[in-house]
Nanobody
Framework: QVQLVESGGGLVQPGGSLRLSCAASGRTFVNYAMGWFRQAPGKEREFVAAISRSGSDTNYADSAKGRFTISKDNSKNTVHLQISSLKPEDTAVYYC???????????????WGQGTQVTVSS
């Protein structure tokens, strides 16, 4: 199976940027599509962005288009989420996930990381 570990979260002021990373321990990382989701306290997990197995195709939530960029490096078993112009409403725990399709549905993913906290506040 695949184990995923997120990093790169932290406290940032509105308008700032963060680059989240997800490291996978599996040897077949190239065979998985990857997704980023986020969950704020008291809310359900929501889709942010996803990328295909090869990394050639991406899928973004409407709210994420323009400020979020997902990328995948199969040679390094890593997935990244670049976030710019951060807003307070971006505050959440961000999770990466691995699955067969770069879907916007959490149930489509088989493996999940523990998440990294992103807090946007003045």
């Amino acid at each position: 199976q695949v184990q995923l570990v997120e990093s790169g979260g932290g406290l940032v002021q509105p308008g700032g940027s963060l680059r989240l990373s997800c490291a996978a321990s599996g040897r077949t990382f190239v065979n998985y599509a990857m997704g980023w989701f986020r969950q704020a306290p008291g809310k359900e997990r929501e889709f942010v962005a996803a990328i295909s197995r090869s990394g050639s195709d991406t899928n973004y939530a409407d709210s994420a288009k323009g400020r979020f960029t997902i990328s995948k490096d199969n040679s390094k078993n890593t997935v990244h989420l670049q976030i710019s112009s951060l807003k307070p409403e971006d505050t959440a725990v961000y999770y990466c996930a691995a699955g067969s399709l770069y879907s916007g549905t959490p149930r489509a993913y088989d493996y999940w990381g523990q998440g990294t906290q992103v807090t946007v506040s003045s």
